[in-house]
């Protein structure tokens, strides 16, 4: 049984769900929508872009999407520097319902690595604004530790690059992060499949953030359940305490009474 | 009069930012716009005058991660 005051708590909000899904790369929206649904996160992420002025008779992302049920996490994908990050949070802001941003400056194509010293720059500005900032960044605890000082509502290291479904590559550097911060720390990017979220949330993660991972799936809606049990289950086994590792064999069954 | 949409050049006569929106279709309700460079907050989209050379940014939400 899943304990339910076991919530996820951001800057005084309260969530059910650890699991936050990203909108992109789906094949329509309404495959998105299953998969949104059969994830069971209550965040999810998406990006602001310019409209198509010319061609109106596309769908729009928000009619597939019941705003009552899901909070919008706006992204500042593609920014480069941390003015254009902090001008799509405004129009974020603007757009949406909320100050919830998932803020990136990333630092170059290949790696989509971010760049923490224009992530820090945009944080800072944005914290005055009023906005709830939460950070992609790398998996440094001393940066983490930078966002966290500077009012970050929670920090997000990344597990391995985005959309490369390597898994958490250092686990460590999570632990050590885990161990030095106070607001959350939400896994982003990196989980290739459910075992790599599962891995996140026994580290003691309070959540983990994915797109590719479901929607670059085979089956994303099958692939979205996956990820749902794998975060209650990897958030369970956390609790629950796992046991110590040993090199050598513990008998499970009694060594009295063995027959002779 | 011309203006620049998204970067796009567009001729058009002298409306208000709302009357400009509806002429192109758009659901006012799901964007933001940005009139040269400043974020123009909904409730003044009905007020607000466009003037040549403006120059308009205006976003919405798509797929993203």
């Known amino acids: ?260 | 009069m011309q203006i620049i949409v998204n970067g796009e050049n567009k001729i058009i006569t002298e409306m208000s930012l709302s009357g400009f929106l509806e002429s192109i279709g758009i659901d006012p309700r799901q964007v933001a716009v940005e009139l040269n460079r400043e974020i123009v907050p909904k409730s003044s989209f009905e007020s607000k005058i466009l003037h040549e050379g403006d120059r308009i940014e205006i976003v919405h939400f798509v797929g993203g991660g």
Do not use: W
């Open chain 1, 1 to 260: 049984m899943t304990d339910r005051a076991d919530k996820l708590i951001i800057a005084g909000r309260e969530f059910s769900s650890r699991l936050m899904v990203g909108t992109g790369k789906y094949a329509d929206f309404q495959q998105m929508a299953k998969a949104i649904e059969a994830s069971g996160a209550e965040i999810v992420t998406v990006a602001v872009r310019r409209i198509n002025i010319s061609d109106r008779s596309k769908e729009s992302l928000l009619d597939h999407l019941d705003l009552t049920k899901y909070t919008l996490l706006p992204n500042t994908a593609g920014c480069y520097t941390a003015d254009d990050a902090v001008r799509t949070c405004r129009l974020a802001r603007e757009a949406g319902l909320s100050d919830f941003v998932k803020l990136e400056v990333l630092g170059d194509e290949k790696t989509l690595y971010p760049d923490n010293e224009e992530l820090l720059k945009a944080a800072t500005i944005l914290i005055k604004e009023g906005f709830t900032v939460l950070p992609y960044t790398s998996d440094d605890p001393i940066v983490c530790r930078k966002l966290e000082e500077i009012g970050c509502a929670a920090v997000m290291p990344l597990g391995a690059p985005i959309g490369s479904g390597l898994g958490i590559r250092n686990p460590y550097n999570i632990r050590i992060i885990l161990e030095t911060i106070k607001v959350p720390v939400i896994v982003d990017a990196g989980v290739g499949t459910a075992s790599d979220a599962a891995i996140a949330m026994e580290l003691g993660c309070h959540g983990v953030l994915m797109n590719t991972g479901i929607a670059g799936a085979k089956d994303p809606i099958a692939m979205a359940e996956a990820m749902k049990l794998a975060v209650i289950a990897g958030r369970l086994a956390y609790r629950a305490g796992r046991i110590p590792k040993k090199l050598y064999a513990t008998a499970s069954s009694p060594i009295e009474g063995i027959i002779e």
